[in-house]
């Protein structure tokens, strides 16, 4: 009795502190497998294979190997038992066998047909995540750091046109999807390859809005090394980012979707209900978020007017930064909103506001911290879905229904970028050429995203099709795609090495002569996104940042007194440039520093003689860390504190 | 039936999704509140609460609430279901409870009479952790951390004194507070306020190595702020850094020590292997540790020499570095020796060579990249400390124990520091002065470490009892001395405003004449610690990085072909200053750049024109990124690539 019990603890023990090294060992030696790889690869300047596609391969190969060489199986572990005591399942579980009390903790429900999943290779099923990390844990720095880099001068200027795609665009690319795969689940079942699953249009019209997620990280890393044409590499990154958020609420929305009666009916009151929840969950979570940003920004405009130690403590101002960001996240989610949209506009609007506030040490210290964070998490993103190949348990590999999806796929990407290209080509004064077209069009990978949605929900039979479709998908699209993207560059004559500045200045330039700047930029943008520039800079600028003219300029006469409170002392320096609006798309805080020539403004001067004055930096936006840059950045305001006590 | 269904299923959902963020974001709430508090202390130099002691108070105050205003009985939980199909507890267990099959994960075994703890508010169960995870996430980023900054040129100067403090002072005081414990517990067992628990001497002894883990972190911090004294900085900081390796390593040792028969009679065998048990895992964690470190640095300075990108990937570096280092840690767990000992080694090892291949980038990133884990992760713990006492739900208090324990850890202290340093006075030339054993024996606080063993076993009543103690142990230290330190640095007159590199130098000076200076160095390390020191000059510094004389000199004249082959280039610039290895104390890679004045020599100019000539760092080592510094890096070497397909 002793002896079992003794035998008991020690395999407990050994479950934790063993064996979950072990899996995270694999995941480490994939990880660092994968980056000998490409460093190799990258000085070879081969550009066939990125990371994450030589994280996907690595992980992979070892899939096979933990399949088919590792055999131990663990009996006891498949068995049901009966219960008939329980109603229903409590979240903790404290059973007596043999006289001791073990504690068990729920984890999920299980399908009848996928009891057998969990009969046979205990290591496949330890290296089985718990899908919930995804979202929780993998997805939040990696659309965090795309909202925190995304090169906001060149995403403004295209963003009518990214809102488009990213939209409208997904839309059409769900709902295309969902018809064909109708039709073709409609065709199997009439030539007997599917029977007695109930495949409703709903699941269809699910499987639609999690392909729509498009992610290429592959495409924009090579785009990113060979300095492709801004407006294509802005295009194409903007409506990524923007796309991933609407394809998660749309799916969650579908799959909320629960008509009252006959579930292939359509019911009206249903789907209005659907749209009404895609609609509050979008503005619930890009609310949740900017707040969390706007309180960001507000404490570290606080903190840098009122204290003047602050540049002394990045790892305190990094470390507020990093948890009032999460907290957008885990805000959201507790309140039922989505977590990853919350956390995409937070990072959006931190490097909107909060970043001018910062001390120069912790703006490289935030970006350089996502960056790795962002780097770290995709990279076992797709090892995960390598290995996901050969451990996960319950695939449903059907050849016409993979065979579909990819015809659907293509012809959903086709119908959202041919179309609404010609539509944006009607209003913008610089349209958006074939050869652009065709490489937005080729470059419509799925990847963490699509797969995350599609991992979430396994349970049915019909849902683990999908699964398994989405993951060869993303393999597809992967390889052939990301590995196709240099080729296609060449194929379709599409400029490379471009210098994003020197390129919005040229086109600038070339357009008119540089005092007609102005009205380029004018009829550029939209009237709305005007009025919004002009909000943003005449009042929130000023309040949440030190750059633009003070409030007490641009508030009317009455408010002057609270409007002298909120103004910070350095803002006083920008009056003489008052009134010239019209430049904001140019002052851009990110890269406002950037070479101040002729016909951009000089924004700013910081008349306290803290971080703006004397900080000088050029660090690249939306830089992978991939390139080298210069770097140079000094303090000369804040000197170490010494002798304090003596 | 449907309807139930899908009921369990949201609130599976809910489960994963919402309650585990409503956690997360209490903990977020005090870690932000910690930091806006501490900012905010920093400003007004009010020295009395350090950042964890501030962290362990909202800790505390936030248990309070979550324990008396939130009251959420979850009547199923709490209850024993008996099942006699089960002979152990198998690590899924399947369940069927009305047709529906439930998946549970096993957690752990409970003792008959904490089932109790069990039943009651679900909020105090889900603040709960589990006890790995202080061992497996928290704990190793922060002793990597120290592992990594310790200042090696004074660490190394008092090695002798370090290792007796650590090694015999460490066992001292696990002896004495065992004995005393013993002592107390056979009187209350006497005057009956103990009763039937088994308190075997081995307990005792479990209890005083676990207690003998000192962390002075709040010490070390104002230390730190106010420029104390360097040799009482090392000399605490190492002391406390090895500390907690032998103090673990010894818990697990007594943990494991199982006589044959009696338990409380002396059985030599099981000693003896006890301490063959503590030798094997220390030096293996040790070994296990270093050598990953050793393989970092054979990558780092391949890619160095062979590649010449390098420096434009430091994001693969760092991760590579991160990766490699986590490995050493999950690798050593995974072989059964001790993770958290051989982080400690790997992080001392990549200091000393890793370090010096690293681009100027990665070096940065690395330093921070660990400084914030460090700061998140101690703060974590410090927070859930304070949560600890009013969330966990089997607290044993009883105040004579608590008593007796707080009289054992100060006479435990005390014939550790007063005794040691009178026997290490003997040896020293330069004598450690009684106000620095007062200041020792002052910074014997409690933390992170006590709490983390103590709370690893909880299962039986006794340590129960010593885990209650414990908690309100470090309490009582870090709230007391550590807001104590400031008066008593004042009180016992002890230096402060020094500078490091000149107090060093003005040490050396006051004793000699200048060139007497290698005398002194000579004098005060003794002879092994000047074998391992020519070898690592002559030999591993050259081998692993680009420091040091070339190989080619310094191995025998048959080894030169292979000599040359392991000696990099940039070595040769070396020649000149071979033979003088005295001066490697103070010719330390972190240091080396530090004002390179007239007495020390100027070490290994780099002739490939990469990093070392270019780069000029003065970052201070172990500097908590509290104090402000001036940052210069320049990649003059490296500029992005461009243009490189068209």
Known sequence: MEKLKKYVSVKDEDHFYHQGAVELLIFNFLLILTILTIWLFKNHRFRFLHETGGAMLYGLLMGLIIRYVTKSPDVESGTVYECEKLKSGPSTLLINITNQVYEYQYKREISHHNVNGHQGNAMLQKMTFDPSIFFNILLPPIIFHAGYSLKKRHFFRNLGSILTYAFLGTAISCIVIGLIMYGFVKAMVHIGQLKQWEFHFTDCLFFGSLMSATDPVTVLAIFHELNVDTDLYTLLFGESVLNDAVAIVLTHSISIYSPKENPNAFDAAAFFQSVGNFLGIFAGSFAMGSSYAVITALISFMHLTKFTKLCEFPVLETGLFFLLSWTAFLSAEAAGLTGIVAVLFCGVTQAHYTYNNL????????????????????????????????????????????????????????????????????????KIPRNF?????????????????????????????????????????????????????????????????????????????????????????????????????????????????????????????????LTSPSAYGDQLKDGDTDYIINNDELTENYEPSAHIPVPAQDNTGSIQATGREDIQEGDLGLGGYKLQLQHTACQPQKNSLA
């Open 437 to 565: 077209q065709h490489m937005m069009m080729f470059s419509g990978l799925r990847g963490a995203i699509a797969f995350a949605l599609a991992i979430r929900d396994t349970d049915s039979q019909p849902k683990q099709m999908m699964f398994t479709t989405a993951l060869l998908i993303v393999f597809f699209t992967v390889w052939v795609f990301g590995g196709g993207t240099t080729p296609m560059l060449t194929w379709l004559q599409i400029r490379v090495g471009v210098d994003p500045d020197e390129d919005l200045k040229a086109k600038a330039a070339n357009k008119s002569a540089s005092n007609l700047d102005k009205n380029t930029t004018k009829a550029e943008s939209a009237w709305l996104f005007r009025i919004w520039y002009g909000f943003d800079h005449k009042y929130l600028k000023p309040l949440l940042t030190h750059t633009g003219p003070p409030l007490t300029s641009t508030l009317p006469e009455w408010c002057n007194p609270v409007a002298r409170l």
């Open 359 to 430: 001390s120069p040490d912790s703006r490289m210290r935030t970006k350089q911290l996502f960056e790795f964070m962002n780097f770290l998490a995709e990279n076992v993103i797709f090892c995960y879905m390598g290995l996901a190949l050969f451990t996960f348990q319950n695939h449903i590999f059907n050849p016409l229904f993979i065979f579909g999806a990819l015809v659907a796929v293509f012809v959903a990407r086709a119908s959202n970028i041919y179309p609404l290209s010609f539509l944006l080509n009607l209003g913008r004064k610089q």
